[in-house]
């Protein structure tokens, strides 16, 4: 069964903190995303990576920075945590073998900034 | 730039109906459609994926159709159940990014 997994489902940190959100697929994808979600705006693209040490700005880079030291694993990192990051984070993975294939999702992390 | 609309955000029916989600989109050069499934403060699960070149495909009691040259798919949910209630959202994988749609959060009353 494939799988993508969020190290935390909940978070809840303080304004200014560095957040780590981490993700690793099982699937040996070539592709892994993060989203955030938030009521109202729908899922949104933070960074994607194509590849091991590639990254690529999506729609709301700001404030956000990514890490891809080996395939299986996509970490998101908040440099100073601020209240307005506070969201539901969403990973995703998706083979580059071809165009036509499913982008499977982990199940979230609901974090907090206080 | 693509755009993708999913009508109606809302939509409540009784139980063993049988319902239509639309999904919308601006840009007919698409490399595929997915739908997709979300309940309460989870992930994302995926139902169906339809490639450009195919009409339709089919899971279980749902089916997904796709009409590139006017922009549109549609979700057919078949018999429906209390199961059933989530929020839908469609995909457009357009340039390799998926352009997401808000969503329909659907209510089935048992």
């Known amino acids: 069964d494939v799988k993508v997994t969020q190290s935390s489902r909940y978070l809840v940190k303080r304004t200014g903190e560095k957040v780590f959100l981490e993700c690793v697929q099982d699937m040996d994808h070539e592709n892994m995303f993060w989203y955030r979600q938030d009521p109202g705006l729908g899922l949104r693209l933070i960074y994607f990576?194509?590849?091991?040490?590639?990254?690529e700005k999506g729609d709301i880079p700001e404030g956000y920075s990514v890490s891809r030291e080996k395939k299986e694993r996509f970490s998101l990192i908040l440099e100073s945590a601020s209240t307005n990051q506070t969201s539901m984070y969403l990973c995703?993975?998706?083979?580059?073998?071809?165009?036509?294939?499913?982008?499977?999702f982990g199940q979230g992390t609901r974090l907090t900034v206080v | 730039k693509q755009e993708v609309t999913q009508i109606p955000a809302a939509l409540s029916v009784p139980e063993g109906e049988n319902l239509v989600l639309n999904c919308s989109f601006t840009?007919?050069?698409?490399?595929?459609l997915q739908w997709f499934r979300q309940d309460p403060g989870k992930g994302l699960t995926s139902l169906l994926l339809?490639?450009?070149s195919q009409r339709e495909q089919t899971s279980g009691r749902l089916n997904a159709s796709l009409d590139k040259s006017s922009g549109r798919s549609t979700l057919y949910i078949a018999a429906s159940q209390p199961g059933d209630s989530a929020t839908y959202l469609c995909?457009?994988?357009?340039?390799?990014?998926?352009?997401w749609g808000a969503g329909t959060k659907l209510i089935i009353k048992p």
């Open positions: 339809i490639q450009s």
């Open positions: 840009d007919s050069a698409i490399y595929n």
């Open positions: 995703a993975s998706s083979s580059a073998a071809d165009m036509n294939t499913e982008a499977f």
């Open positions: 995909a457009v994988d357009s340039n390799y990014q998926l352009i």
């Open positions: 990576s194509y590849d091991v040490k590639m990254k």
